[in-house]
């Protein structure tokens, strides 16, 4: 394919892309197939000879669109929603086009440098703390691919830092007995990625107990640290829930700050799904306390209209991530060391994409204002269907919903709740996707909108549900 022939087959992807999103809602949510079936459709091995574009399409349509779910349908109530928006893709466009990889800041000077300044934009809109900035003496942010990853990080991160001291401080411990005393701390609220990340770390885990709003309990966290350090162990980390996968359960920052502050621990919030709200002043006390936390998560590709993957992490500490894991070969270095921004440590691997370009244009093309009324309206949906849901006679919400999440089921009665799942699940026309609060023994259904449902989709959904509900 050369320049020319891209030109022409381009727009028809960009048509075909168009025409998809116009007619989604037309599609069912979920697919019609069972496991395997791909390997019936497609040959099993690659073609000796090149294939056109149009044969490639037709057996994209004829093979993998039907096995595909459609996370943008406006019926997709499931899991947490991924963002979708034309600037967006525009941007990803781009990134893809010029095809850079941002080992280090010379591979590509503004890969780095544009990553840098849009965390500063976000991060002074959304009016984290200066010392989360670029610009404060030691503080910044990075783009990653997930929520997971950044929690691997600053563990990583820490666990380092902490083997260093303890070994500056006693020689004769070696690496594995200092792992052996460190803890981390979170909820049954937490992603199930803390837990594997602490698994990835060798990392010892503490659950501590939640309260009546099934955040987590301070005194009990209090209570934890402190037996733990009458053990010996070494208290490495606290991580909490800023909107929790489950719940959307959102911990109290300053109560555990406090206490992270007075045992020397760091504190690490996991906002994947939630911390897209601050950019709203309305939502932002839900943060009261940030001040005391020392990495922040969140990802952009959920509410904040950019593709996945754009998870965005900030440390008050860079200079650690940096120290941790700096590994320098002649081959990556370059005039202006030591005066520049290096990415590459602040995670796993060392090839970087340009994610913050697709970044920058949505900051560009819609604006702090439409990316407010975007999560403004996400919220508003959410709020219709608990109060459809409160005026029911069948249904009751459990959970608190301070964002766009909606937990509910049917009054009292975890199998009819099951069982009702299970019918929704029959209807490809919706999903829908289930948890449990075990504390509580409380089986539920969770319901969150995307960014393309409407009132409409949620008032038909929620009749939808009822129905299927009065059939139990």
Same mark, same amino acid.
């Given at each position: 394919m050369d320049p020319e022939q891209f030109r022409i087959q381009g727009k028809q992807m960009v048509d075909f892309i168009a025409d998809y999103m116009t007619n989604i809602s037309k599609l069912d949510v979920l697919p019609s197939v069972q496991p395997g079936y791909l390997k019936n459709l497609l040959p099993d091995s690659a073609p000796e $000879?090149?294939? $056109?574009?149009?044969?490639?399409?037709? @057996?994209?349509n004829q093979a993998i669109m039907p096995g595909m779910t459609h996370w943008h349908h406006p019926n997709f109530y499931a899991f947490y929603p991924t963002a979708f928006s034309f600037p967006s893709l525009l941007g990803s466009m781009l990134s893809d086009g010029i095809a850079c990889i941002g080992l280090n800041w010379q591979a590509s000077p503004a890969c780095t440098e544009l990553e840098v300044l849009v965390l500063d934009w976000l991060a002074k809109s959304m009016k984290m703390p200066e010392f989360f900035l670029s610009s404060s003496e030691n503080g910044g942010g990075t783009i990653l691919s997930s929520a997971s990853e950044a929690t691997l990080m600053v563990l990583l991160v820490e666990r380092n830092i902490m083997i260093k001291k303890i070994q500056e401080e006693n020689s004769e411990i070696t690496e594995g007995n200092a792992l052996d005393r460190m803890v981390v701390y979170f909820t049954k609220q937490a992603h199930s990625s803390v837990e594997r990340a602490c698994a990835l770390s060798l990392l010892k885990f503490r659950i501590i107990e939640t309260d009546s709003n099934e955040s987590m309990n301070a005194e009990d966290l209090s209570k934890a640290l402190l037996e733990d350090k009458e053990k010996n162990l070494i208290p490495l980390m606290v991580i909490t829930s800023f909107g929790s996968t489950?719940?959307?359960?959102?911990?109290?920052?300053?109560? =555990?700050?406090?206490?992270c502050k007075e045992y020397g621990v760091k504190f690490h919030v996991d906002a994947a799904y939630a911390g897209s709200s601050l950019i709203c002043p309305e939502y932002q006390y839900l943060a009261r306390g940030i001040e005391f936390v020392n990495s922040f998560c969140f990802n952009a590709h959920k509410m904040l209209k950019t593709h996945f993957d754009c998870s965005v992490l900030w440390t008050d500490n860079r200079r650690s991530a940096v120290e941790a894991f700096s590994v320098n070969p002649l081959y990556l270095a370059h005039d202006f060391e030591g005066v520049t921004t290096e990415l590459r440590h602040w995670q796993v691997p060392l090839g970087r994409r340009f994610r913050a370009l697709k970044l920058w244009f949505v900051l560009n093309m819609f604006g702090i204002q439409n990316l407010q009324q975007g999560i403004r309206q996400h919220v508003k949906l959410a709020i219709l269907f608990a109060d459809k849901v409160n005026h029911s006679d069948l249904f009751e919400v459990v959970n608190r919903v301070d964002f766009g999440l909606v937990c509910f089921r049917i009054k009292n009665d975890n199998e009819k709740t099951r069982q009702? @799942?299970?019918?929704?699940?029959?209807? @490809?026309? =919706?999903?829908?996707?289930?948890? =449990?609060?075990?504390?509580?023994?409380?089986?539920? =259904?969770?319901f969150v909108c995307g960014c393309f449902s409407t009132e409409k989709d949620v008032l038909e959904t929620f009749d939808k549900i009822n129905a299927a509900a009065m059939k139990l």
């Open positions: $000879n090149n294939i $056109n574009f149009d044969d490639v399409m037709k @057996h994209f489950s719940l959307c359960v959102f911990d109290n920052l300053y109560d =555990i700050g406090t206490i009702l @799942h299970n019918q929704l699940k029959l209807d @490809h026309s =919706i999903f829908l996707s289930p948890s =449990i609060l075990e504390k509580k023994d409380v089986f539920f =259904i969770r």
